[in-house]
């Protein structure tokens, strides 16, 4: 495994206290019985103890309970793998660690915020399937008009509120929803969180979730789990009056030469989910609303 340092800057504090959160989460979430430990004893929190992960890691106690604290010492990628092999991450969790750690998997990513058109007439050109173009702070960068008609007409959204975080958790004006609702929000705020990791401190992102904590409890509580995804090609289903279930998948499109930016297509999963986007799209009025849950 290649790793990349990151220069350190302001956000260094932030992100080690991050991490040290993330590590009790983790830990807390295993039982000892898993992992060859006696379930037995009197613990003051749920899961494994410190020097537990600590031993099945082979890393010093003091050491780890410094990295727990957000202290400012030096980490590689070989003691890293075996903490997340201790805890049992999965990939995306150990990604997340290694970039709160201050390491990357592989080069970084350029940044550019702006869109060329082709971009808008590859989304134009996808229709009926609705399409929209994200970046990893799920703000909407562009959309088509499949997506106003099917999903949410986003022309009727203010523009500094086209995050799909802020609409699905908070806005009001958010009318349609997916049949797995529930699974979906998870879903976006796993992945919301470890993309996260690489923007800690920053003051767009903490605006955003700070918003996010103080305006929905359910964020919050989702927020609190510390869970940690890559964007979900998940099958989909929603329901739209007069026209029943969409069976729907989405396909993430990655625009390299956008940094970290994906258009995210709605494709039909069948003919039937085919056809009814076909009509809704080509009907000459507004577009059925999803019911709402």
């Known amino acids: 495994m290649t790793t990349v340092p ?5 956000t260094v504090t932030a992100q080690r206290r991050e991490l040290g959160v ?6 807390e979430r295993i039982r000892p019985d898993e992992v060859g430990f006696a379930p037995g004893g ?25 990295l727990e604290q957000g202290r400012d010492i030096n980490v590689s990628a070989q003691v890293l793998d075996a903490i997340a092999t201790a805890l049992r991450f999965d990939r995306q969790e150990r990604n997340h660690l290694y970039r709160l750690a201050g390491l990357r998997l592989g080069p970084s990513p350029g940044v550019c915020t702006a869109l060329p058109s082709s971009v808008q007439k590859t989304l134009d050109a996808v229709s009926p399937y609705p399409a929209l173009v994200l970046n990893t702070r799920y703000d909407i960068l562009a959309f088509n008009d499949a997506y106003c008609k099917v999903v949410l007409d986003l ?4 523009v500094e509120e086209r995050n ?4 699905n958790f908070v ?3 958010w009318m349609c929803s997916f049949v797995d609702a529930e699974m979906t929000k998870h879903h976006m705020v796993a992945a919301f969180r470890a993309a996260s990791a690489e923007h800690v401190g920053e003051a767009l992102w903490q605006d955003l979730i700070q918003g996010l904590l103080n305006s929905s409890p359910h964020f919050a509580e989702l927020w609190e789990r510390y869970d940690v995804a890559a964007p979900s090609t998940r099958t989909k289903m929603l329901e739209i009056d007069g026209y029943g ?3 729907i998948e989405p396909v993430n499109l990655w625009l390299s030469q956008l940094g970290p930016t994906r258009a995210t297509v709605y494709t039909a999963l069948d003919e039937e989910t085919e056809g009814k986007l076909r009509q809704i799209v080509d ?6 609303a999803c019911r709402p849950t």
Do not use: H, M, Q
């Not at 993330?22 to 830990?27: G, H, N, P, V, W």
């Open 42 to 66: 009197r613990r003051r929190t749920p899961g494994l103890r410190r020097e537990e992960v600590a031993l099945l890691a082979g890393v010093g106690v003091t050491w780890y309970t410094w």
């Open 245 to 247: 279930i969409l069976r």
């Open 283 to 288: 009907a000459p009025a507004k577009g059925p």
């Open 6 to 10: 990151v220069a350190t800057d302001r």
């Open 164 to 167: 799909l975080l802020w609409l």
């Open 155 to 158: 022309n009727e959204v203010p």
């Open 171 to 173: 806005s009001d004006g």
């Open 22 to 27: 993330f590590l009790r989460s983790r830990r």
